[in-house]
């Protein structure tokens, strides 16, 4: 390759793990403040309603404000829920991370920029997996794809046989009209074989 173009490329390259981890850092910011603010408009309101439902400082017409405010909790808590804003700006830090030691290693040429785009894909979509367990996209048949996924597709189901029984030799099977000795191991032929053997030590002894 040559050698403007391979400069080009680590530049394209730079360019783009730097700009994915700016937007890591943006979406961070975000969803931490959204947490927070969540939180804490849910414990205002509910500490506003309930001054408000003793007090009654309202007329016949306003008093639709208190029940507003009453209401905001359980509002602010769906709305928490459903976007889970706190496990967003979790994994966004994780994510920032991974790519952080992608950069790292293309700046300080421990990888070449082939490997280190290859890493970079790695991490895009590792990280997008993992964001579909998050929210309203979360559901119990997701992998976490968090861990080695050769190791989860290594893992056998809970009910899997061990090696062992696969290694057991078959039943024989016999047939209806054979007898049971037929059926049964020889044991006849052994005591023979034992006592030919007696017969021959005894033809020693006397000779």
Known sequence: MDNTVSTQVENDLKAEIAAEINKRKKWINIDFKLAHWFVWIS???SFTSAIL???DPFKEEYRWITAVIAG????VVSIDKIFDFKSRAVW???????LHEVQDAFN????DAYSSAQALRQVVRKNEGIYRNIGFFGSNEV?????????NVAQKPENAQPDNAAKQPAAVLVPADASVESAAPSTTVVK???ST???????????
């Open 43 to 45: 414990l205002i309101a």
């Open 143 to 151: 992998v976490d794809l968090s861990n080695n996924s050769e190791t």
């Open 53 to 55: 439902t003793v007090a």
């Open 108 to 111: 300080w040429k421990k990888v």
């Open 72 to 75: 905001l909790p359980g509002l």
């Open 197 to 207: 053997e007696e017969q021959a030590e005894k033809k020693v002894d006397n000779s």
């Open 92 to 98: 966004g830090i994780f994510y920032e991370i991974d």
């Open 192 to 194: 023979e074989d034992a």
